[in-house]
């Protein structure tokens, strides 16, 4: 079980790794943190500029044993495969498609971005802003940091990650969670655009 006590009531920020994140909205959403206003989610890498994230989550365990357990990182930690580190809470993987309120569950979505925003979802948030959840046409290879390193590095079927991703925000909208999208590459078209300089 994770605490759902950080995320509940509170604006939430999913920042992943596509690659229309730039530092200015990095430091647009630090100096938010900084001020209580919001609470944020790092989607893998993204953990590295937003070291003052409240979570951390990464689908996959051989990134976590890539990254080594990210022992700096003193924030909850979730996955949805067994790693190695104790600190890292295993979630319930219950499906791939539509939304799962029971606690400690999530669906897949086939990629961490879309589990990002499930976990804010049933942890209580009541506005997530994406950034960084861009799912581009190059099969989402390219990153703000570039490739991932060896068999992380995958080719992925973008339009069926934006049709499942569709399924969940219409979904979770219906729920009332307000969504915004921040990313200026996202593909996530159907989401209202908001512009981190101006918060």
Known sequence: MIASQPLRDRTVYVVAGSPSVTLA????????????????????????PCWFADHLH?????????????????????ALEITPFPDVTTLVNSGRYGFDPTPGHVRTGSNSGFQALHLAASLG???????????????????????????????????????????????????????MNAGRQSTLSWLPQIDLGSS
Not at 58 to 78: L, Q, S, Y
């Open 25 to 48: 909205d990095v430091r647009a959403i630090g100096r938010s943190r900084a001020r209580d206003e919001c609470r944020v989610i790092a989607v893998n890498d993204a953990v590295y």
């Open 125 to 179: 948030a009541t506005t997530v802003i994406l950034l960084g959840v861009d799912f581009t046409d190059d099969g989402a290879r390219s990153h703000w940091f570039g490739l991932h390193p060896g068999a992380l590095d995958q080719h992925s079927n973008v339009e069926q990650w934006r049709d499942l991703m569709r399924d969940l925000t219409d979904e979770l909208e219906r729920r009332g969670l307000c969504i």
């Open 58 to 78: 990464a689908c996959d365990h051989r990134w976590w044993i890539e990254h080594n357990g990210v022992p700096g990182f003193a924030g909850v930690k979730t």
